[in-house]
């Protein structure tokens, strides 16, 4: 079933090594089927060398393998809580990219410093906090997907495709597997960029609101101009 | 039309993946023909996987498509008024090239600390201003043009053939687009340098004028003594 | 003799370029057999590119080397005491890998900032103190294993399977050749993290002890669940 | 003339662009011929995908060239004072490679903080004053040489096989080319480990000289253990 959706989360999977966004088995993409209300993502621990379609895991929004001879995701529980959040995410990516993953060690939101970042995403890249021992010790990766579903009721998650989770990792999403890996590249490459352009002048001010709405309604909305459309 | 030129440009824009200066299609590259008075330059948005010598777009110095199944970069009217203002220039490239960039977004223009530096750009590498909320909510890209050009009127466009736009990204020119690529490497090398030379000792000063005349006119201008003329 | 374990250690060997550990010649991969209560070490000194299965040199637990046309790593002695410390140690790796060696130089355990860490190691990553000159000046190799066993007496060396040793590099282990070089990919990656994390947030804190706890044991010990057992 | 001498400069010039220490032609490697007292070296600004064996330039110990169809390196002057300082440098390699430049900018020298360092080099990788003026302005190329040649009057410079030039590059040298491609790459991985350390630990100090003495003496001299020999 859903072979088609397997494809291409296996295709959207093995972008993350093209990318060099992760070491190892340390990231995952899932996608969304409308009609079945069921997601696709990939098996737990599964090197990406040996991956292969058919080893795409079917689960549903209560986070039961409909098909699928492996685990899925340990993270699974926490793709669940944001497609039941966000009706508009039809993929998402977890990674734990190393220029990201540093701010969330650090526990910073990442600040818009410049175009490369507003052409993207509208606004800091938010870092939520840590979950508390209780939420930690009860159902770890739920709560992740719960902070996050509650860290965007104020904010627009189409505006902003991307979370940093406090001590841990990443998470990006968009309309499929491979707009949530784009976004993953985009805050890795702006994550990296913050970092040094504090480095050279520690007094850094975010970017004017005016360039930053400037270049993100260039390329988004109905007056965007930016490509073919 | 101009299909020499098309194909010139077409590889230039390609050497920006090649020297790792472009992620997605985060740069663009033209070339100025002084026959017919138009330029060549990259489509808009079309990633570099799938870019062909034909996708080029011929412009007009208003700034209008003459030929192409495409719409040129939207960054074409900066690449027009810097045609416009500076004759010399015969290609410009445009990137947000991740070292340049971070200079860029903390508001600091490259001092010259040592003779990399120095073997092809005489002085500072200057960071313009960010536009003001008037020039970015009118005509933006054309403001950034005229930005540019009105900062190098004091400087010779030849003996510095690069500039850093704040919160933004980078642009170089040269007597061609691959001259133009070959000065966006020397700058993402340079700006890389000199942010670990200022971690590495804060105190450092630029390097002294007379090392840097020394190896600016080693390389340039009718004493010079480097390479086989 | 031991013809598996040496293509199994030179198979280890060669992932330590693969994974961008060495530079030249400057790591090692050994292994143990518990039937002979022999190990398998690398020649020193042979470059990767020509390394092959049949260089590898068996050597006895007094250092004795017991077949080979080379002689061992010059690193053997230390090998030698950290087999006879810790019977569940089965492969070790050295290497001067940068981050990881940049942590030993000065002199700092690696804190515990987030879950890539916590994934792999229970806590800091300790980094011994320098031998001192009377240690160096003796038997210093020997020493040097030593000093990791003494620190090793109060912590969990499969906890833990990594240490910085100081002015020096870094050291891991597993239960094969394999695994201490998966533990290399491991320390290297944290290390990196862990000083751009401290750079974005000089006063950022280790990742709160339930963190720790959940990412570990979900991945070791009898409640873990990643992966597909 | 001197065939086999410009294969081997020829092989040793390809390492540099192999070992990413240079961009564009930013280096040149020259090996010496005690029969005849010449040199060979690198032709001025050739591209390094280009050159060839037969390209490499024959030149005598006062810098005229014996044979070749190019100029040799602008460089020339700096190696031709050197060969005649040391009668024990049989080959001289110069680059701009990224993190030795960084320090040479800064104006520092590189103290050693392990055995990396130590392994190859015996104390700290001194950096030599910028040139005056005058300096400068005369026989610059010469000066550099003169200069280096001062500096190693109280300095074996077998043990230190390298030198910063402050705000320029780093000059490596050893008893081929091959080799003193090999310091001039652990040059710049110690120059890469020496500035992450100080970021991690502001206050580090030089390993102490037991251990650099142990680890130098480890490989170099009658007591060298490292190795095959």
Redesign the interface.
Known sequence: MLEKLKEEIYEANMLLPKYDLV??T?GNVSGFDDETGYFVIK????EYDVLKPEDMVVVDLEGNKIEGK??PS?DTPTHVELYKAFPTMKGIVHT?S??A????????SIPC????HA?YMYGEIPCVR??T?EE??GA?EKNTGLLIAECFKEKDPEAVPAVLCK???VFTWGKDGKEAV?NA??VE?VA??????????PQ?EP??Q??Q??HYF?KHGENA????K
Chains 1, 2, 3, 4 share one sequence.
């Open positions: 070491t190892f340390w098996p737990s621990g599964v492996y685990n340990s734990h190393a220029w993953t540093s701010w969330a060690q650090a526990g910073r410093y410049g175009t490369t052409d840590c979950l021992k930690i010790e770890y001590n841990h990792g784009h590249v985009v490459e990296k960029m913050a970092a040094r352009c504090e480095m050279i002048n850094v970017a004017p005016a360039l709405d400037k260039r101009y930016y490509g073919q």
